[in-house]
Every structure is written in structure tokens, then in C-alpha cells.
């Protein structure tokens, strides 16, 4: 086992996972006491960075800062993400008064100490004007003043403090609350005017009055149809495309209403009781839709502000051996082009030196490869810097179009994949209700016209008929469950979501970065303190991933003819002579998973560090994440079957899927081979959920029902996703698909409800029970126990104010709700209604 | 029912009252953003150091 330490990150709060303390073990060695460990811990190098940068912009002394008092254990760890493009930041640029301004997604800003840092910038960086966050968007809106700072300026200092800014190109629309404004008002005072009528006004008794009062509801439900008729134009669209939508009998309803209310109005004569006016039934009805679409609209906008994000992975430009700057679209077969230290390559081509490469963008696997003269590089791989007096470069085999990532973003944009789009089996039923009230209501047409001879009862059937269940209920009950979800640190993108977290027969998980960290961490050392500040120092230089387990916080000692090299780092520390690289020790059982790192002492200033003497050896690896093994065994009692499919080698993947009891998996996969293993399931009938996260998984998730991809996942999978995992904890999935069965439950109840509804109002209307009077109270009555229903499962008003969406200011209890997610809470447990 | 005519005209102009203050309120913003400036409130008053950019230890 690894030793644990129940210590807590000092910035995020979560528990310490792995480091530090190191007991003697059968070596002998010199171990590590807990005494003189550092006061100050961190889960990630994330934490590490925003940290430090933080307590440097004030001047009280540590333990008062004002940032951490706001917060109060409400942080979670950032994402130390790269923007994705600055010039597409730039692009998104607007001048106005000779200040720039600028609208930016901003990724991390949890709460409220994270607004009140952000909303700090204009202080802090000389030329921004203002800065105001939106805690429930995540929008940042910024002015300027371009003469004295940049885009560059200010990315910097967000990034560090753990902010990612990304452009954005959705806006919050005035014009669509507007509408729902107006046509309230509308409705309001068309209820107003039909009081009347209730209180006996009518032709027969006072003409004059009547007729009055009328043609004003009349030109307010007329105004009301102006507003809606957008709706109307899109229904007139999907008509076409041969689609029967949910509030088709709703719409149909309502215009035929509108033309027959005018009509009743002007064949109406003083003293007789003339047909049945609905203007304020149009009113209402309006409203409630237009209130419904603005109510799911802004919360699918506000989870989609960061699904905009770009594909480009590959630089714009590139470096000739000659020196010259070219695009990538210049390039040529044959060129020889440098491989820039830390630079992704755009093209596919062969090695001229030996070197390593991050190829995470393919495999998944962050652990570099070590590439030798004459072997293929492919474009997304990552060069890693390294010392090299002559340079590194590569000979291009094709031009970047045709290079192996290229064809696989390709083949994701292809028809094949956008047209297998999974049948909604929401939709279905939809459709199916459509029809089956359109017949019921044509049924009653034909009997009330039969036997009563009176064709006004036609309208009466089709108001009456109006399935609110469907066009008004399910909407909302979706977003409320989207929001709810966004709550527990799930973003989702779309309803389907939903449905497939709550109907999924088959969970298929990526190994490396969704089971386990997907970055490394320290597990363990065996080292004094000194020798371990001096291999945090030396490993600040090297650009190997391993090196980000080490503490980025690498105090005040001086460090001369620092060298980077593929094997690792040397410098010259005070008076002596270090270098960190492979350990050369044989490593103990508990680490055997592990990679082990030595810190030599260096004799005469050698860097080949093969006589040097191992002075201190350190443990770093990828573990699993700890509540894994609770998510697995969550899912499995569920039922589920969990198949795991990872790039990585069969013993690693064997390994953990031991670990968590796991008998199907696969390894050494292609990013086509895990597509074709979910293609064979869905095949058998089965319905597949997706969780990963590389580059490597794009295909899987499209190839998938449904997929989610946890935090830090590639842009490219985050953008095909249906969810995204935004906490560190796997358990925040389980979260998810408890309120996903729950929307469900609600929404089927809903619907039930509905069709009962509709089926007694319209053999009431019918027979002709139905006066304007019932249809009043029974129509928002019936909208009301809708809308209990679908907001059910909870005290109504907390529920109603937790689905705001993005409404995210957690309270103490919430932030350990996200540490301790909810196991004990089975998946399964009914909802209350 | 000559009432009406005055009662009426005066419903109207406080409906369009009413209007008219909520398009003000959509075309200010007032409704974009109703989470942040309650929370905005409890952090009134404290402030960064002039100038001061984060630091990541190194100068990264």
C-alpha cells in the first residue's frame, strides 16, 4: 500500500493524496520523519502555482489573506489549462473610445472569492479599466486601454491564479426576455378584461361594453401572436423536414382560436349570446411558452458558453531549417522544419535526432517516447525541450492536411458520424403523444358537430386539448435537471444527456486520466528535506512530465550551469554538483507501479551521472483516483456492466482493473479499436455510456450513446461530449445520474398526467360541459400541477432556487458534499412526487 | 359606465409604465447577471496591492 497522509491542500482544501512520508523499508535507507515535512502541501502543481500567486499580491502576513477568508474551503482545484489560441482571444477583441472590450468564458471561477479576485484586475494591472465576472455564466467582461496593457498581459495574470480565459461567441439576448416581459403584461391584462365576461358582461346585456372590451383582448392577443411568432415560423420549418414537434397541437390550437375569436366577435349581434372568445386563453398560453423556451434556452446557453471552443491543436506556423517563418498550409513534402522545444509539430514526418515525445494528443498516455534518428513523428506530437547545441529537426512525409491527425479530425467532422445521430426516445414519445391527442381531438370534433350541431365546440376541443404536459412540462423539467446537475459539478450539454445517464446498460471507461489522476504525483521518496528542495529545484528545468510532481515552488537556492537534457537535469547547487534522472535502484514492491527518480551527486561536474552517487530516490506515477474503486462498485450494484478500454500496456490496464474488479477490458488500443469495441456493443443492443478524456478517445465518444469527459480532457472530446466532469471527483458522475433518473421519473409522471388531463377535458368538451369559465381555471390549473410536478423532489421553493442555473455559490456543507459524494444515496431511491 | 373611459386610459398608462420599466431593466443588464452582486457585496472593501502580479515563486 501506498502510505497516506491525511493532511489537506492548503489551497483547495481536498485531502493530500500519495506524498510524502517514507519509512525505513528493507533498503536501509534514510527516511523522511513527518516532522520535517513542509507545512504547506498541495494536491497538484495547479493548487502549488495559484497558491503562491496569490499570497504574493498582498502584504498582510500569511493566514489573513482575504481571498482565502471568502473562499472557505469552497475552491477546487484548478486547471492549470493552456489557452487555447491568443490570437482567437484577440480576435474577440471589440474598440470602442479608444478601449478595447472584450466578452471571455472563464474557466475556474467557482465562487464568490474567485469574483472578487477577478473583479481586483483593474487595480492590479495597470490599464484594465474595469473587469466584472458573472459568476453564474462564467463570463468575464473586460475593458482596456490598449496603449498600456495586452491580451498577453492579462492572460498572464490569470493563468497563474488558476483562470483560463477562452472566447466565446454566444450572447445573452435582451430581446427573447423582452418578449416574455410583454406578452406577460399582455396576458395580465387580457385575465383583466375577461373578469368581465365571468361577472356576466356579455352581448346580450350591455352590446356597447362588450364589444369595447373585446376588441381590446383581441388586439392584446393579436399582439401576443406578433411576439410568438417566431415559434410559429420554426414549427412551419420542422413541418416540412416531416417532424411532428411537441407544441404542434398546442400552436395549431392557439391560431385557430385567434381566427375563430374574430370571427365570433363580428357575427355576434347586440342581445344575443354569440360564440366563445379565448383571447385571454391565447394571452396565457403565449406567455407560458415564450417564459418556458427563455427559462431552457438560458440554461442550454449558459452550459454550451464553453462548447465553442477550437480545433486547432496544431500551430499556424512553423520554423524552416533555414530560419524562415512559414504557415503550416506553405509547407512542403521534404521540408526539413525545426522541432521548436515544447512546440507541437504540424505535420507528420521522420526524426533527425534521437529526442522525446509527448504523443498524448494520440495515445493518451502522457509518458513520453523516446523517438531515435530515422523514426516517425506524427503532427500533435510534442517535442520535448532538451539540450541540443545543433538543434532538432524533421523531414515532412506529407503536407499537414493529409497528416495522421488531420484525417482523424477529419473523419469527425465526415456525414457518417453527424447523421448516426441516436434516436431520441424522448422525441419518439413526443410524437407519439402529438398524434395521439391530434386523433382525440379530431374524434371529439366529429362527435360534438354530430350531436350537437355546434361548431364552436371544435376550438373549445382544440384549447382544451393543448398537451401543456408536454410543450411546457418536459422543457422544464429538463432544465431544472440540467441545473440541478450543473450543481454537482456536471456540465451537460444537451436533454440527451439525461436520458442516456439514466438508461445506459454499459459504462465503458478510459483508463489513464479517468480511472486514474492522468497527471503525476509524487508517491513517495526516500530523501532528507535538503536533498528534496534541491530535486525540486533542479526539476523546475526540465520540461518532462514526471517533472510536474515535483513542487513547482522552488525556494531561494542558486542554481549555476543549470543543464537539460533528455535523461534529465543538472546544475551546480552551492558546492556541489547535482543531477536528477532514472533512478538506478531497484524499486521497492509497494512502488513497483511507479517510476522512480534519482537525485546523483555529480563528481568534477560530469553530467553523465553514471558514477554519481544516488543520493535520494523519489516514487512518481499516475494512481488511481481514490474513489474509483467506490464509483466501480457504485455502478456494478446498479447493475451496469463496466468495461474499461485504454492505449495503455496490458499489464498496466490488467493491473488496475484488478484493482477495481473489473473483467472486461481491453489495451494497447487505437483510437478506431475503442470506437469498433463500442460500435460491437451498441451492436448487441446495448445502450453506451462513454467516460474519457484524450484526443485519443474523440472517436469513442462519438461512436458512443452518450459521453462524458472529466476535467482537463482534450478540446476536441470536450467538444463532442454530452457532459463534462468539472470537479476532480469521479463521484460527481454518480451525482449526475441520480438527477438524471430523477428528471425522468418526473418527466414520465408528467406526461402521464398530460394525457389524463387531455383525456377527460376533451370528452368533457365533448359533450359541451365546457363553458369559457371551466376552461379558465382548469387550463393554468392544470399548467400548475405541471409545473409542481416537474419541480418535485424537494422542498418546491429550494428546489426552485437551486435550479437556477449556475447558481453555484456553494455552502460548507456542499463543498463536502463534493469531497464525499453521495454513495450512500443509491441511484435507484424513488422520487418523492 | 362613463367611468370606464377614465379608469381605462389611466390602466393603460400604467401597464405601458410598467412596460417600459422593464425594457429599461433588460436594456441595463439588470437581469444578465443576478448571482454575482449579492456575493460581490461580502467582499466589499478588501483589496490587492497595487500592481501586484501574481508571483509563481520563480517568476515563471
Known sequence: MIPQVDNRCVHCDEPVRGLPRFDADADGTHSLSAQSLPSEQFCCSGCEIAYHAIQSMFDQPEGSNPFYDLAKGNLRPPT??????????????????????AEWYLEGVHCRACVWLVDQMPRAVDGVVSARTDISSNLLRLEWDPEKTSVDDIVNWLQPLGYSPHPTKTKEE?????????????????????????????????????????????????????????????????????KLPVDLPIVIGIIAAWFFSWFNLYTTQAGVKG??????????????????????????????QFTQVDFS?????????????????????????????????????????????????????????NIAKGDDLYAGDRVLAQHSPEGMFYRVKVRHEKSKLALLL???????????????????????????????????????????????????????????????????????????????????????GIDILDRATDIVFDKTGTLTDGDFRMQGYQSTAEHLRIANALEFFSSHPLSTAFSKNADDLELDEVCADRLGVSAKVGSGSYRVMGS??????????????????????????????????????????????????ALKADGLHVHVLSGDREDKVQHVCADLDIATFRSSLSPEEKASYIRELKDKGRVVLFLGDGTNDALACLEADASFVVKGASPITFSLAEGLLDTRNLGSFLDAKLFAARVRKRTTFALVWALIYNIVMLAASAIGWITPLI????????????VLITTSGSQLGSILSQSLPGRREASSDDAKAVLEPVFHAKPTESVPL | MTIIY???????????????????????????????????????????????????????
Open chain 1, 80 to 101: 492549470q489549462g493552456k489557452v487555447d489560441s491568443i490570437q482567437a482571444l484577440r480576435d474577440s477583441i471589440q474598440m470602442k473610445d479608444s478601449l478595447s472590450s
Open chain 1, 174 to 242: 435582451g430581446g427573447a426576455l423582452l418578449s416574455v416581459g410583454a406578452s406577460a403584461l399582455l396576458a395580465m391584462n387580457a385575465m383583466m378584461v375577461s373578469v368581465t365576461s365571468y361577472g356576466g358582461l356579455s352581448a346580450e346585456n350591455d352590446y356597447e361594453v362588450w364589444r369595447f372590451l373585446s376588441i381590446a383582448a383581441g388586439i392584446m392577443a393579436t399582439a401576443s401572436l406578433y411576439l410568438f411568432r417566431f415559434r410559429i415560423l420554426r414549427l412551419i420549418k420542422s413541418i416540412k423536414l416531416a
Open chain 1, 275 to 304: 360564440g366563445e372568445l379565448w383571447f385571454d386563453a391565447i394571452c396565457v398560453l403565449v406567455a407560458l411558452l415564450l417564459a418556458t423556451e427563455w427559462y431552457t434556452d438560458r440554461t442550454r446557453r449558459r452550459i454550451g
Open chain 1, 313 to 369: 491543436i496544431v500551430p499556424e506556423f512553423t520554423t524552416l531549417k533555414i530560419g524562415k517563418r512559414i504557415h503550416r498550409d506553405e509547407v512542403q513534402v521534404d521540408d526539413l522544419l525545426v522541432c521548436e522545444p515544447n512546440a507541437v509539430l504540424v505535420s507528420d514526418g521522420i526524426a533527425q535526432q534521437n529526442m522525446f515525445v509527448d504523443r498524448s494528443v494520440q495515445t493518451g498516455e502522457s509518458l513520453p517516447i
Open chain 1, 410 to 496: 477529419e473523419s469527425l467532422k465526415s456525414p457518417e458520424y453527424l447523421d448516426s445521430d441516436v434516436v431520441d426516445r424522448a422525441e419518439k414519445l413526443s410524437s407519439l403523444f402529438v398524434k395521439i391527442v391530434l386523433i382525440l381531438a379530431l374524434l371529439a370534433s366529429i362527435i360534438s358537430v354530430i350531436f350537437l350541431g355546434e361548431f364552436g365546440a371544435v376550438i373549445a376541443i382544440l384549447i382544451v386539448a393543448c398537451p401543456c404536459g408536454l410543450a411546457i412540462a418536459t422543457p422544464l423539467s429538463y432544465a431544472i435537471g440540467m441545473g440541478q446537475i450543473r450543481r454537482k459539478g456536471v456540465l451537460l450539454k444537451s436533454a440527451q
Open chain 1, 584 to 633: 538506478q535502484k531497484r524499486i521497492p514492491a509497494a512502488y513497483k507501479d511507479f517510476i522512480a527518480i534519482g537525485l546523483f551527486a555529480m563528481s568534477g561536474g560530469k553530467t553523465s551521472g553514471e558514477d554519481g552517487q544516488e543520493l535520494a530516490t523519489f516514487y512518481v506515477g499516475d494512481a488511481l483516483r481514490p474513489e474509483s474503486p467506490q464509483v466501480i462498485k
Open chain 1, 775 to 786: 376552461a379558465a381555471i382548469a387550463m393554468p390549473l392544470s399548467s400548475a400541477i405541471l
Open chain 2, 6 to 60: 377614465i379608469l381605462l386610459p389611466i390602466s393603460l398608462l400604467l401597464a405601458l409604465g410598467a412596460g417600459l420599466a422593464f425594457r429599461w431593466a433588460v436594456n441595463n443588464q439588470q437581469f444578465d447577471d443576478v448571482d454575482s452582486p449579492p456575493i460581490r457585496m461580502l467582499s466589499d472593501g478588501k483589496v490587492v496591492r497595487e500592481n501586484s502580479s501574481p508571483k509563481t515563486g520563480e517568476g515563471e
